[in-house]
């Protein structure tokens, strides 16, 4: 018999586990409005706030009108536009490699990546709290797939030193999107030298949030492009924009334009995104004043919730989850927070392991210091009456 549709959203319902969508009627920022009500946004990437920024909202405009809604067609047809180019050289001189190539999201270049370099007779080692395209691009590459526990160096380096793969891919999430924790680089990049291993990093989340000008975390640990060979970054998040790209050497990027299946069979971003993507580079580049308010936002609120006696993760980034451990549990108390005025989201299995379902409470350098105190205060009323 065909798949019971409607029974298995039921089971997903009473497992806590029903997802369900929110419309904003209203720009990304700090306040938004969901179902004609305004809301204060705790759970937004758009960490410095460039969203709707002004400079990046013109420069999309701008291109738009010249360039047209749409690009066309994929790069390797007719969709390679001046803005993809420039944009494309720019955030090489940015990240100090050699090439970068554009992808239309981050689930794309990550997958496509792994796919391109890795296949049968080759193994793929991966943590275990990677993002989802992360494993699904290992899992989908006929390698030899194998995870290691979260940051466990010694595990991995026991996987490495028993694997006769003919060739040795080890990927990692930068900052990690649901615990807000950084993968320790500098030991994976010593065990990629020893083992002759590649090395590959998805710094969605870390890109403009650390490092002196924003570079992430190859920034922040001084990791060239020998010590870190393939680097992806997202353009949704910090930038404000939108798509993603792979950052790495000269023969890297071209093998990629000849062996990505998702990038030379999709439709290349418009042009006009392209154009935004580079106004909020120059702006994150320039960005020390916003990253240093919003190092300031997240270190007054781990202050109020130690206070608190709140159990959130350790986390120095802007991704700062609280442990609520039932799914139950998390969807009552973002119902509660949300019932005071403020948005933020449940996060449960598969996305956190089972029994670990939190509140992902996420800052943006466009938040207040008024905004902090009054999310605490919500917070402590919800630990005192228990979400009532």
């Not at 993603?244 to 042009?271: C, H, K």
């Not at 449940?346 to 009054?374: K, N, Q």
Request: include cysteine.
């Amino acid at each position: 018999m065909p798949f019971d549709l409607s029974s298995a959203l039921a089971q997903k319902k009473a497992d806590g586990l029903y997802r369900e969508r929110r419309t904003l009627a209203s720009p990304q920022g700090t306040r938004v409005v969901v179902d004609g009500r305004r809301l204060l946004n705790f759970c937004s990437n758009d960490y410095l706030g460039l969203a709707n920024h002004a400079d990046v909202t013109a420069a999309f405009v701008a291109a738009a009108q010249h360039y047209g809604a749409g690009s066309g067609a994929s790069h390797l047809v007719c969709g390679h536009s001046a803005e993809h180019e420039a944009l494309e050289q720019e955030l090489a001189a940015f990240t100090g490699r050699e090439r970068v190539l554009l992808f239309s999201t981050g689930w794309m270049a990550n997958t496509a990546v792994i796919q391109a370099l890795c296949g049968a007779g080759d193994a793929v080692f991966e943590d275990r709290l990677n993002h989802a395209s992360l494993i699904d691009g290992g899992l989908a590459s006929g390698a030899r797939f194998q995870r290691y526990r979260h940051n466990d160096m010694a595990q991995l380096a026991a996987q490495l030193q028993q694997s006769a793969a003919r060739q040795k891919l080890i990927v990692t999430d930068g900052v990690f999107s649901m615990d807000g924790d950084v993968a320790p680089l500098p030991a994976l990049a010593r065990l990629a030298a020893e083992h002759d291993a590649w090395l590959m990093v998805d710094d969605a989340h870390g890109f403009g949030v650390m490092g002196a000008t924003g570079g992430g975390v190859a920034e922040h640990f001084a990791l060239d492009a020998a010590a870190l060979p393939v680097l992806v970054g997202t353009l949704g998040k910090s930038f404000g924009s939108f798509g993603a790209f792979v950052a790495g050497d000269a023969a890297l990027i071209e093998f990629l334009i000849n062996s990505a299946r998702a990038y030379i069979y999709t439709t290349a971003l418009p042009p006009a995104v392209a154009a935004a993507s580079r106004a909020s580079l120059a702006l994150l580049r320039d960005g020390h004043d916003l990253r240093a308010r919003l190092a300031a936002h997240v270190s007054r609120f781990r202050a109020g919730a130690a206070s608190l006696g709140l159990e959130l993760m350790p986390s120095d980034t802007p991704i700062q989850p609280l442990l609520l451990g039932s799914n139950e549990r998390a969807l009552a108390w973002s119902a509660a927070l949300q019932a005071r005025g403020f948005l933020v989201g449940a996060i449960r299995p598969p996305t956190v392991p089972a029994g670990m379902a939190r509140l992902r409470i996420t800052f943006s350098a466009a938040h207040e210091t008024a905004d902090i105190d009054a999310l605490l205060l919500a917070l402590a009323e919800c630990q005192a009456g228990e979400v009532a």
